[in-house]
């Protein structure tokens, strides 16, 4: 079994930042990537950002300069630090983790979402 949990979500205003943690627990091999998505509501889920076992990150051009990735020693804390939020930020924030339950076993596994709320 495999577990992921998001937390940090909340109600802020616009300019104000929000910090989330993902952690991922359970019979892993291998972390290979953590990305945080978002869905806001009628919307499609989307990639915010990601950050692999080798220290790649992207992000969403939307984001890119007011939002961080980070992670501790291993993928099995990571965070997103949101900085500058908007209203458009507004949605669902759910972690995504790609690993390997074993060299021959690999899935990707979701965390129950954190509302984000920005709004005044």
């Known amino acids: 079994q495999v577990h992921v949990v998001e937390s940090g979500g909340g109600l802020v205003q616009p300019g104000e930042s929000l910090s989330l943690s993902c952690t991922t627990s359970?019979?892993?091999?291998?972390?290979?990537?953590v990305a945080w998505y978002r869905q806001a509501p009628g919307k499609e889920r989307d990639l915010v950002a990601r950050?692999?076992?080798?220290?790649?990150?992207d992000y969403a051009d939307s984001v890119k300069g007011r939002f961080t990735i980070s992670r501790d020693n291993g993928l099995n804390t990571v965070y997103l630090q949101m900085n500058s939020l908007k209203p458009d930020d507004t949605a669902v924030y759910f972690c995504n983790a790609r690993l390997y339950s074993d060299p021959q076993h690999w899935g990707d596994y979701w965390g129950q979402g954190t509302q984000v709320t920005v709004s005044s």
């Open positions: 359970g019979s892993i091999f291998s972390i290979v990537a």
């Open positions: 950050i692999t076992a080798g220290h790649s990150v």
